[in-house]
């Protein structure tokens, strides 16, 4: 065989094979993602602090409101952060918001909770400007908010057959159990 028709062979086969991976990566990246890997990386993005025990607002705020963005951006994009806020891990496929859920109920579940978790962080930055007598209902309307988020989606990951999470204000924390020194 002449030198450049072996070189044109060679050359077709190589750019078949560049096509053929281009198309795999496309249909992959096009592939939805399922709705269990998602509430799957939602269970990892809740498991941190801000979701276990009672609200504390006299402790630092900013670090929870960094949690709750943190988590909520998870919700939005489908990609998990630590809490440096940089992304550890991400979901297979294309995930485009809550509405790429398929399933309708888990789908409300989702965007109530965003709802819920805007309302966590917009509650949260008020306590610094609301008089003292209103603190405590501030403080009640997060732990409530945060309730109803773990509740609501406990049923999303029980259906998964994921661990469920202690519901936040039923946590008793080391600090209420530990007894005073004697």
């Given at each position: 065989m ?6 044109a ?8 094979g560049?096509g053929?991976?281009a198309?795999?990566?496309h ?6 993602t ?6 799957l ?7 941190r602090?801000?979701f ?14 960094e949690a ?5 951006k ?14 550890v ?5 294309r995930?485009?918001g809550?509405?790429?859920i398929?399933?309708?109920s ?11 978790l ?5 509650f ?11 603190v ?11 309730d ?6 406990n ?5 998964f057959?994921?661990?469920?999470m ?14 005073p020194p004697a």
């Amino acid at each position: 065989m002449d030198e450049w028709k072996l070189t044109a062979v060679k050359s077709l086969i190589g750019l078949t094979g560049a096509g053929v991976g281009a198309l795999v990566n496309h249909v992959w990246q096009r592939r939805n993602t399922s709705d269990r890997e998602l509430f799957l990386l939602l269970r990892q993005a809740f498991d941190r602090p801000a979701f276990r025990g009672p609200y504390m607002y006299q402790s630092d705020h900013s670090a929870f409101q960094e949690a709750v963005t943190i988590v909520l951006k998870t919700v939005e994009t489908g990609k998990y952060f630590d809490r440096d806020g940089k992304e550890v891990g991400e979901l297979d496929g294309r995930y485009r918001g809550p509405f790429s859920i398929r399933n309708h109920s888990r789908r409300k579940v989702l965007e109530d909770v965003r709802d819920r978790l805007q309302r966590i962080l917009h509650f949260s930055k008020q306590i610094a400007k609301v008089p003292k007598e209103n603190v405590a209902e501030i403080v009640k309307r997060i732990d409530d908010d945060r309730d109803v988020v773990v509740r609501s989606l406990n049923g999303v990951w029980k259906s998964f057959g994921f661990v469920e999470m202690r519901i936040p204000t039923e946590v008793i924390l080391y600090e209420e159990v530990r007894e005073p020194p004697a």
